[in-house]
């Protein structure tokens, strides 16, 4: 029990003596840092390092940076917010148990995509010899060339320029010759042991520190401000970089300085810039800018964008003279132009709207043109033009637009193919249908046979005979006939004197013959039977009830046929 006792005391002792794993860890943690902190400023696709804190983000930063493009001139000083400010001093190498191979903070000073070469810096005050360092060129994520040092050494504040360039002397050759282009690209410089000292990215790259440098470039490079490189760890920010042969030429080994940077210039407004037409539905649509202002404008940082989508075109620094238009084709153009539907923008460098115009149902062929201040469709596409109405395509060959806006053939005129031959002896040819048609010789008339005559009525022959058989014999002395009837009537004599009518009688004045003279009859006062009326079929009605009498005192006796024998023979007895 003793010896038990004493084992956990001094099990207790060594506890409280010895240090923490928790403790050892962050003790080595803070030598890594102070030894390899370039490291964590790298942005990659992945996600960057949390202790980087001169650098943002690429997520954050590209985006924007890559908006502004800087000037051909711009350094660190040029976004002053964006970037930490230029190193005073060089910072002396620390200290330390390691070689200054493994440590030393080289830089990357220059890179020429089109001179071919890729130049290093030291800055410190020691002589490092670059033993297992690599400098390595990709595009994107593929490497397509570099450099595995051996036994060069690159001398306190002096050049390490690497090229296959047989004018560059001095420069050390590469393993295998990069392809550096101009557009994107990035270079990685790596020590001995594997971390990263340097990287420089331009264009689409993936590899780069805080925003990669705009691509398209003929050499980048640091510039030196009073002896000392600039580095803030911050491609975009730490990298000049000139596009065209008029730009700064920086050769190798050389210290370029770093220039202060120009004034802003104010925004253009773009005020008078106006849109004139819109064509959409045609075979290479544009979009027509017009100066609507009196003097001469600049297009520079104006901005054309369409509702459908977020893409902006940024027009050159073109001057437009007053009421000069100017077409931007939209094939040439990030925009996407809808052909029926759609709504279009003008807008100054600051993104501010100065014009708008919408459209809709946009016949195939036709624009939407701005005339006399209103905006309307048009079948006149007039690019670089006055705008002029026109309300109807033009019709295909061979058919003209009538009246009523349709397209019909257009007549030919005739020809001498199309004069019809003339119609043969004996025919003519009729004016409607154009054919030729038989000449109808003229009816002669033959004149009746003797005993006959012809009829004015009918035009045939009758015989005289029967005509005159058919003739009315006169009347007799003292008769007319009757055109009316045919039939032959006494003539009135002015003293015939006609007899008096009988008594009840009266002459009738029109036929002067006798008529019995009509009497009123007057209903008796009182009687029962005035105004009866006496229907004629009234007594269909006692028919009726006799005959369904007699039907029913035969079906009695049928019925009682029995007892009525019975009684009969009784009255017998």
């Given at each position: 029990?003793?010896?038990?006792?004493?084992?956990?005391?001094?099990?207790?002792?060594?506890?409280?003596?010895?240090?923490?794993?928790?403790?050892?860890?962050?003790?080595?943690?803070?030598?890594?840092?102070?030894?390899?902190?370039?490291?964590?400023?790298?942005?990659?696709?992945?996600?960057?390092?949390?202790?980087?804190?001169?650098?943002?983000?690429?997520?954050?930063?590209?985006?924007?940076?890559?908006?502004?493009?800087?000037?051909?001139?711009?350094?660190?000083?040029?976004?002053?917010?964006?970037?930490?400010?230029?190193?005073?001093?060089?910072?002396?190498?620390?200290?330390?148990?390691?070689?200054?191979?493994?440590?030393?903070?080289?830089?990357?000073?220059?890179?020429?995509?089109?001179?071919?070469?890729?130049?290093?810096?030291?800055?410190?005050?020691?002589?490092?010899?670059?033993?297992?360092?690599?400098?390595?060129?990709?595009?994107?994520?593929?490497?397509?060339?570099?450099?595995?040092?051996?036994d060069e050494v690159i001398l306190a504040n002096d050049f390490l320029?690497?090229?296959?360039?047989?004018?560059?002397?001095?420069?050390?050759?590469?393993?295998?010759?990069?392809?550096?282009?101009?557009?994107?690209?990035?270079?990685?410089?790596?020590?001995?042991?594997?971390?990263?000292?340097?990287?420089?990215?331009?264009?689409?790259?993936?590899?780069?520190?805080?925003?990669?440098?705009?691509?398209?470039?003929?050499?980048?490079?640091?510039?030196?401000?009073?002896?000392?490189?600039?580095?803030?760890?911050?491609?975009?920010?730490?990298?000049?970089?000139?596009?065209?042969?008029?730009?700064?030429?920086?050769?190798?080994?050389?210290?370029?300085?770093?220039?202060?940077?120009?004034?802003?210039?104010?925004?253009?407004?773009?005020?008078?810039?106006?849109?004139?037409?819109?064509?959409?539905?045609?075979?290479?649509?544009?979009?027509?800018?017009?100066?609507?202002?009196?003097?001469?404008?600049?297009?520079?940082?104006?901005?054309?964008?369409?509702?459908?989508?977020?893409?902006?075109?940024?027009?050159?620094?073109?001057?437009?003279?007053?009421?000069?238009?100017?077409?931007?084709?939209?094939?040439?153009?990030?925009?996407?132009?809808?052909?029926?539907?759609?709504?279009?923008?003008?807008?100054?460098?600051?993104?501010?709207?100065?014009?708008?115009?919408?459209?809709?149902?946009?016949?195939?062929?036709?624009?939407?043109?701005?005339?006399?201040g209103e905006w309307m469709q048009t079948f006149a596409v007039t690019?670089?033009?006055?705008?002029?109405?026109?309300?109807?395509?033009?019709?295909?060959?061979?058919?003209?637009?009538?009246?009523?806006?349709?397209?019909?053939?257009?007549?030919?005129?005739?020809?001498?193919?199309?004069?019809?031959?003339?119609?043969?002896?004996?025919?003519?040819?009729?004016?409607?249908?154009?054919?030729?048609?038989?000449?109808?010789?003229?009816?002669?008339?033959?004149?009746?046979?003797?005993?006959?005559?012809?009829?004015?009525?009918?035009?045939?022959?009758?015989?005289?005979?029967?005509?005159?058989?058919?003739?009315?014999?006169?009347?007799?002395?003292?008769?007319?006939?009757?055109?009316?009837?045919?039939?032959?009537?006494?003539?009135?004599?002015?003293?015939?004197?006609?007899?008096?009518?009988?008594?009840?009688?009266?002459?009738?004045?029109?036929?002067r013959r006798c008529r019995k003279i009509k009497t009123a009859s007057?209903?008796?006062?009182?009687?029962?039977?005035?105004?009866?009326?006496?229907?004629?079929?009234?007594?269909?009605?006692?028919?009726?009830?006799?005959?369904?009498?007699?039907?029913?005192?035969?079906?009695?006796?049928?019925?009682?046929?029995?007892?009525?024998?019975?009684?009969?023979?009784?009255?017998?007895?």
């Amino acid at each position: 029990m003793k010896y038990l006792r004493n084992t956990l005391l001094m099990t207790l002792i060594a506890a409280l003596i010895m240090p923490s794993p928790s403790v050892l860890a962050v003790g080595n943690a803070e030598v890594e840092t102070s030894s390899g902190g370039d490291a964590s400023q790298v942005v990659e696709t992945s996600t960057p390092s949390s202790g980087s804190t001169a650098a943002a983000p690429s997520s954050q930063l590209a985006p924007d940076l890559t908006t502004e493009q800087p000037t051909v001139e711009s350094v660190a000083a040029a976004n002053p917010p964006a970037v930490a400010p230029v190193n005073p001093a060089p910072s002396p190498v620390q200290t330390t148990a390691e070689s200054p191979e493994k440590t030393a903070p080289l830089l990357i000073s220059k890179v020429s995509p089109d001179k071919k070469y890729i130049e290093i810096y030291n800055p410190t005050d020691s002589n490092v010899t670059l033993a297992g360092w690599k400098i390595e060129h990709y595009r994107a994520d593929v490497k397509t060339g570099g450099k595995e040092l051996k036994d060069e050494v690159i001398l306190a504040n002096d050049f390490l320029v690497l090229s296959n360039d047989p004018a560059l002397t001095k420069a050390v050759k590469f393993d295998k010759a990069p392809s550096v282009i101009q557009g994107e690209g990035s270079v990685v410089l790596s020590r001995a042991d594997g971390s990263m000292a340097d990287i420089v990215g331009w264009g689409e790259t993936k590899k780069f520190l805080a925003a990669p440098v705009t691509g398209g470039v003929k050499t980048v490079w640091r510039c030196f401000a009073d002896g000392i490189i600039v580095d803030s760890k911050n491609n975009f920010a730490d990298f000049s970089s000139n596009k065209t042969a008029g730009d700064q030429e920086v050769m190798p080994y050389t210290r370029p300085r770093c220039k202060t940077p120009e004034p802003p210039k104010p925004l253009n407004k773009c005020e008078g810039l106006k849109l004139n037409e819109i064509a959409s539905h045609v075979d290479e649509p544009f979009i027509e800018l017009v100066n609507g202002s009196n003097k001469t404008i600049t297009t520079a940082g104006c901005k054309l964008t369409i509702d459908s989508n977020n893409s902006q075109e940024v027009l050159g620094d073109i001057e437009l003279k007053s009421g000069e238009l100017r077409a931007v084709k939209v094939s040439h153009t990030k925009l996407k132009l809808p052909k029926t539907k759609g709504k279009v923008y003008v807008l100054d460098e600051a993104g501010a709207e100065i014009d708008a115009t919408e459209y809709d149902k946009i016949a195939k062929g036709a624009s939407w043109s701005l005339l006399d201040g209103e905006w309307m469709q048009t079948f006149a596409v007039t690019e670089g033009a006055a705008n002029v109405f026109k309300e109807y395509a033009d019709c295909q060959a061979g058919y003209m637009r009538n009246e009523s806006g349709k397209c019909v053939k257009i007549p030919t005129p005739s020809t001498e193919s199309d004069v019809l031959a003339p119609c043969p002896a004996g025919q003519y040819r009729h004016p409607e249908t154009r054919r030729c048609r038989k000449i109808e010789a003229a009816k002669t008339v033959t004149p009746c046979k003797e005993g006959y005559y012809r009829s004015e009525e009918t035009g045939r022959c009758r015989s005289i005979a029967s005509a005159a058989a058919k003739t009315l014999k006169p009347c007799p002395d003292g008769q007319f006939r009757n055109p009316a009837t045919g039939r032959c009537k006494k003539i009135a004599a002015a003293d015939d004197i006609l007899k008096d009518c009988p008594e009840g009688f009266e002459r009738n004045p029109a036929t002067r013959r006798c008529r019995k003279i009509k009497t009123a009859s007057m209903p008796v006062v009182g009687s029962a039977t005035a105004g009866v009326q006496h229907v004629a079929g009234a007594t269909w009605g006692w028919w009726v009830f006799g005959g369904v009498s007699l039907l029913a005192a035969g079906y009695g006796a049928w019925q009682w046929r029995w007892e009525l024998s019975q009684l009969i023979r009784r009255l017998r007895r």
